[in-house]
């Protein structure tokens, strides 16, 4: 008796490709292509993330230190000898009471005038300190300003600014622009390119003149101690020509503070600007130093010039200076170099001149 046969499900046809098909020949090969493993020490790897955050490190551990405040003692030190001036001359002014009420006059009236002009230099000094800190506080107002969708502020914050600076066709092009429909940020945006723009083209002028007067003063003079301390004396009138044109009256002690702030900008600067200023000057002295010793030290010293000038138009600008409209050296260094080729082609000529006049001469 046939046993029944069992309905087995009869899978349905598949169509293969090509690309389906596994060689064996390939797998052989694949496995022998192969590379045994390899092992890795630490230093093999290199995190790309320090390497992104280098400059940033960079900048941030060449940044100055807060200025350290004065300790207990110092501040008593400083009380006692103001008391004990006063009571030197409280003792003496009775003592010339006691001998003449004529010389107790003449002391205390020499001592009211003396007291009266050191109390009006101190005020003003104090005011100009004042003004010059203002400053600061304006940019940071400002940057903060340029971010804000809201109206009325700007006006009133760059209302006494605008006060200071001259009457002319900028500032009356400024207040033509502005309407009421603008908010802060494109009120103090309209403020940095109709006012300010022109403040920043007088102010490069002046730090451009002043670069290539002393680059030319150190080229043409042989004595170079004479003429460096020419060249400060020349900074420092540079440095108040920039402050005026931005509206900012130095004093003794504020100009003395500002240069100080120069001083640690310029040394404490960011590394890419360290870096590309450098580069700009190295390169520049370089190659006036392969035509003559003296035209590289005018060069440098005219470079030194205007990147001092450049750190004072950033320090008393209202509005600070964003990587847009910066001034760099690399925009000067041709316009020295342009001064000195025609400063040494005259001296040329003029030497050959005399050298022909000595020629004829002797004949």
Request: one cysteine or more.
């Given at each position: 008796m046939?046993?029944?046969?069992r309905?087995?499900?009869i ?9 389906d098909?596994i060689?064996?020949d390939e ?5 022998e292509?192969?590379k ?5 020490e630490e230093v093999?790897f290199i ?14 551990s ?5 200025a ?9 030190s400083v009380?006692?000898l ?9 003792m ?5 009471f006691?001998?003449s009420?004529?010389?107790?006059g003449f002391y205390a009236?020499?001592l009211?005038?003396v ?5 009006v230099?101190t005020i003003?000094e ?6 010059l ?5 304006h940019q ?10 809201q109206?009325g502020e700007a ?5 006494p600014?605008?006060a200071k600076y001259p ?10 622009a502005?309407?009421h429909e603008h ?13 300010l723009?022109e403040?920043d083209l007088?102010?490069?002028k002046r730090v ?5 007067e ?24 540079m440095i108040?020509?920039v402050?005026a ?7 003794y ?7 100080r702030?120069?001083v640690t900008?310029?040394i ?6 360290v870096i590309?200023d ?5 390169l ?5 130093g392969k035509?003559?010793?003296r035209i590289a ?5 005219g ?6 000038g450049?750190?004072?138009?950033s ?19 041709q316009?020295?170099l342009g001064?000195l080729k025609?400063?040494t ?8 001149q005399k050298?022909t006049?000595?020629?004829?001469n002797s004949?």
């Open positions: 046939n046993e029944p046969t309905n087995s499900p899978k349905k046809s598949q169509i293969f490709t090509e690309s098909l060689v064996t797998i052989q090969s694949a496995e292509a192969i045994p493993t390899k092992s890795f093999d995190c790309e993330q320090s390497l992104t955050e280098l400059p940033a490190a960079m900048e941030d060449i940044k100055p230190a807060k350290k405040r004065w300790s207990l003692l110092a501040i008593l009380i006692g103001v008391l004990l001036v006063i009571v030197q001359t409280v003496g002014l009775l003592d010339s006691q001998q009420p004529w010389l107790f009236s020499v009211s005038i007291s009266l002009w050191a109390t230099i003003k104090w005011r100009k300190l004042v003004n800190k203002q400053v600061s506080d940071s107002t400002a940057e903060r300003l340029s971010q804000s969708m109206m006006k009133t914050f760059l209302a600014i605008l009457n002319n066709q900028a500032k009356q092009q400024y207040l033509q502005c309407s908010n802060d940020a494109e009120i103090v945006l309209l403020f940095e390119d109709i006012v723009s403040r007088l102010a490069k451009n003149r002043f670069a290539a002393s680059a030319l003063l150190l080229a043409a003079s042989p004595l170079a101690a004479l003429d460096m301390a020419i060249i400060l004396w020349r900074n420092q009138k108040n020509e402050a044109i931005y509206a900012v009256e130095l004093g002690w504020s100009r003395i503070k500002l240069i702030s120069i900008n310029i404490y600067a960011g590394s890419t600007e590309t450098l580069g700009t000057q190295l520049s002295v370089e190659m006036t035509v003559s010793a030290q005018g060069l440098g010293g470079l030194l010039t205007a990147r001092l450049y750190q004072a138009m320090l008393c600008r209202p509005i600070a200076f964003n990587k847009h409209n910066k001034p760099k050296l690399s925009h000067v260094h316009h020295l001064e025609q400063f082609s005259s001296m040329m000529s003029k030497n050959k050298q006049q000595s020629a004829d004949e």
